[in-house]
């Protein structure tokens, strides 16, 4: 095995994709072998490229040792645990293995897996492995061709303005000066609670937020998609103000695997980036972030959102893999 001069970080959530919507979808139960599995699929794409070397948190699920012990006679992968005190949080991961000199990370999990990335700030750029129920954010091609992908990236050097995107995000400050973030949508929701987090029953979403739609993708977003399809490179955002079925026009959407709603669209606002939308909730209720319920809001406050391209760097596959076979017959 040739000596290792570059080195990527690879996170697995191993709480992703376990949520309430195993129960009241179809969703399936992204288990911890199944992760695993996603695990080798991704270090095999990574040993193609020589010279590599990974590095990964102790997560404490055992995906480390699986991989380690699986994948040593090709790839060094090396444990970076956390110092005495820190919380065993996704962020926490993403400055830890930053810290520890990763020059670009691999994350496996669902959109809310994501969201905590990018509420890292980190400055390498990311590939969003998909792991969990929706997966809007997230690389939905081949693992190892990502694996490859992101090791071909940091063996050449490669300038991220010409091989990856800027990370569109939802910033939400509230009166109170709360402020948090998402990368998909934010709803606003009837309950004043956060419960089970997941939102699954239409007649509960007020409004919508959403910066990335697609008709494909499963998730709140998935609504806004009939009315504003939007991609990440897309420089918008969409409104939806969200009423009865019965009085406005219907659109039924995909929420979840195995799970139709119908929502009354009462209108919609398209929004630029660094727009300001100033939003009330009068008989207040929760802010759903990227299909979480997150934020409990009180009776008569307000809330400000900008979307912005402030989001950590998305690596393309598909964009460094040509890059690189371009130059191979150059």
């Known amino acids: 095995m040739p000596d290792a001069t570059h080195t990527i970080g690879l996170i697995i959530n191993p709480m992703a994709g376990r949520d309430i919507r195993r129960l009241v979808a179809q969703a399936s139960l992204q288990s911890g072998p199944e992760k695993a599995l996603v695990g080798k699929r991704i270090l095999a794409g990574i040993a193609g490229v020589s010279g590599m070397r990974v590095m990964m948190p102790d997560d404490r699920q055992g995906f480390f040792s699986y991989l380690q012990s699986e994948m040593d006679r090709v790839l060094p992968i090396d444990l970076i645990p956390l110092g005495a005190g820190e919380d065993e949080t996704t962020e926490s991961w993403v400055h830890l293995l930053e810290e520890a000199g990763a020059e670009a990370l691999i994350v496996v999990g669902g959109d809310g897996t994501q969201r905590n990335v990018a509420q890292a700030h980190p400055r390498i750029p990311v590939l969003p492995v998909a792991g969990g129920t929706n997966n809007v954010a997230c690389y939905l091609g081949d693992q190892t061709a990502g694996g490859y992908a992101v090791a071909h990236y940091v063996a050449a050097g490669l300038d991220p303005a010409d091989v990856a995107y800027r990370e569109k995000v939802i910033h939400l400050t509230l009166d109170t000066g709360q402020a948090d973030m998402a990368l998909i949508d934010v709803a606003l929701v009837r309950q004043r609670y956060t419960g089970a987090l997941a939102v699954w029953n239409a007649e509960d979403v007020l409004g919508l ?12 977003s998935n609504v ?68 979480e319920r997150t934020i409990v809001v009180k009776p008569g406050q307000r809330l400000t959102i900008h979307v912005r391209r402030d989001g950590p760097y998305i690596l393309d596959p598909s964009r460094i893999l040509r890059a690189i076979g371009k130059d191979s017959r150059d």
């Open 224 to 291: 806004a998609s009939f009315v504003m399809p939007l991609r990440q490179q897309d420089d918008q955002a969409v409104w939806i103000r969200i009423g009865s079925p019965d009085t406005a026009e219907v659109v039924t959407a995909v929420l979840a695997p195995g799970l139709l709603g119908r929502f009354g669209v009462e209108g919609f606002q398209p929004l630029s980036l660094e727009d300001p939308l100033t939003l009330a909730m009068p008989e207040g209720g929760s802010l759903a972030l990227d299909g």
């Open 209 to 220: 937020v959403a910066a990335v739609a697609d008709p494909i993708r499963p998730g709140l």
